[in-house]
């Protein structure tokens, strides 16, 4: 290396290590704050208690409350079919539908007419016998009283030889052959009673084959018994029909019946909102079983209602009748029968469709709570806790008490007393003592009313 590029590197050194002594000498040390921590946001909603109107959904099948299976009662060709008689129509009640030839029930009709008339007439006959023969033995009885006091005549001349033997020999035999005349004649009297008896009894036999013909006569004649809808007919005009054999089918369109299935859980809450029944269970215990139907509980006040699936925006007012003593294997839940009067009322399909047999339908049973409950949304439970916020505006967890949960409600029965400021918020991470920034949501509180009086399907 020559001697100038030595000099050259020493320079170059000596100016680094100025350099780096002037930069530590010109460094500021940083500056020094006050540590503060962050608000967190949380929207807020203060416990109010409120009554909750308890409800339990369910899914179904429409079924006619009566229906009409029409059977032939007695053989025969039908000789008139109602035009109106056909799957779908609506027939009103009185309505003539069907007509099976009354020939030869007529004719049996008309057959024991005339057997009552001919017994009817030997049944005078009699009776007139029996009074002529009343008649003709009063007569025979004193023709019979002068001839005993004869013989006793002809007893007395004999006996004072005034009168032979053979006189009075005579006189026994004609006495005799009347006590005979007058026996006979009671013979007779005696018999009538048998013979009335016998008369009555073919006269029973008669009237009862008359009443039979004119019921065969009648079950030719099909009228509506009620307003009805017609199911199933499949019958023509000069069909030959057998006994037993089926001719339609009808439902009664006064009434249908709606055949549910509900959560357990669901429907004991509800019936326990009736009074006098046993409290709800919590989440997790088991029920010991419905409210005793027995004990005639109040079922009018729950408000039940019916909507048609495909037509959401109508529905029918029902009434729940009854339970099933069993669950169903499959999924467990119960059935219950809600009654519903005229489901064709107000109908305009298919906008508002009439319940019809086989419709599937969702059903809503309700009952309000007999006193106000704290009811919070169920978003706010965190593992049995829920979010506070305190005096000071700092998260507190509190532990709660949950008695039962109904979609998105959930009612606290212990942890929560009015006034407390519930965070509607998930916080993450919910430290206690976090400080907050809390703000009322009103929107919040106008839905939680709306829900817990059953104003959201």
């Known amino acids: ?16 290590i100025a350099f780096v002594v002037i930069m530590v000498k010109l460094k500021q040390p ?31 099948q429409v079924l006619p409350a009566r229906s009409w299976k029409a059977v032939a009662n007695v053989g025969g ?42 017994l009817e007439a030997e049944l005078r006959q009699l009776d007139q016998e029996e009074q002529n023969a009343r008649e003709l033995l009063k007569l025979e009885n004193r023709r019979l009283a002068l001839a005993q006091r004869e013989l006793e005549r002809a007893k007395t001349l004999t006996d004072r030889g005034a ?41 029973a036999r008669s009237d009862s084959a008359l009443a039979s013909a004119r019921e065969d006569l009648k079950d030719t004649r099909f009228e509506a018994p009620w307003d009805m809808r017609v199911h199933q007919s499949e019958i023509e005009t000069g069909q030959q029909m057998s006994p037993g054999q089926t001719l339609f089918v009808a439902d009664d369109i006064s009434a249908a019946e709606v055949t549910v299935q509900l959560e357990m859980s ?5 019936l326990s909102q009736i009074p006098g029944a046993p409290a709800p269970t919590a ?82 049973i309700t009952a309000p709570t007999p006193n106000p409950v704290l009811v ?19 998260l507190k967890r509190q532990p709660v008490t949950v008695a039962w949960q109904q979609g998105d409600l959930a009612i606290v029965t212990n942890g929560l007393k009015p006034g407390d400021r519930l965070i509607l918020d998930d916080l993450v991470p919910a430290i206690e003592g976090t400080p907050l920034a809390p703000q009322t949501d009103d929107q919040a509180l106008k839905a939680l009313q709306h829900q817990v009086m059953g104003e959201q399907r």
């Open 77 to 118: 060709r039908i000789i008139w079919r109602s035009p109106e008689l056909e799957s779908g129509n609506l027939i009103p009640e009185g309505t003539r539908l069907l007509q099976i030839d009354p020939t030869r029930y007529e004719l049996a009709e008309a057959s024991a007419k005339a057997d009552i008339a001919g």
């Open 1 to 16: 290396m020559t001697r100038k590029n030595k000099l050259i590197l020493a320079l170059t050194l000596i100016a680094g």
């Open 283 to 364: 989440p997790g215990e088991a029920p010991e079983g419905f409210p005793d139907f027995h004990q005639q509980l109040p079922l009018g006040s729950l408000t039940v209602w019916v909507y048609p699936t495909g037509a959401p925006d109508s529905r029918w007012p029902g009434k729940l009748t009854r339970v099933t003593s069993s669950l169903d294997p499959a999924t467990r839940t119960i059935q219950a029968v809600i009654a519903v009067e005229e489901p064709y009322r107000n109908a305009n399909p298919p906008a508002r469709p009439p319940l019809v047999r086989n419709m599937f339908v969702q059903s809503s």
């Open 30 to 60: 940083p500056e020094r704050t006050a540590k503060q921590l962050a608000a967190t946001p949380a929207r807020l909603l203060e416990v109010t208690p409120l009554t909750v109107r308890t409800e339990a959904r369910g899914y179904g």
């Open 376 to 394: 919070v949304p169920a978003s706010t439970i965190h593992q049995g806790e829920v979010y506070l916020a305190d005096r000071d505006d700092r």
């Open 266 to 270: 669901e429907l004991r809450n509800v």
């Open 163 to 203: 009168l032979s033997e053979t006189r009075l020999d005579e006189q026994q035999r004609a006495t005799l052959q009347q006590q005979q005349a007058v026996q006979s004649l009671k013979n007779q009297l005696n018999l009538i009673p048998v013979k009335r008896e016998t008369l009555n009894a073919r006269l």
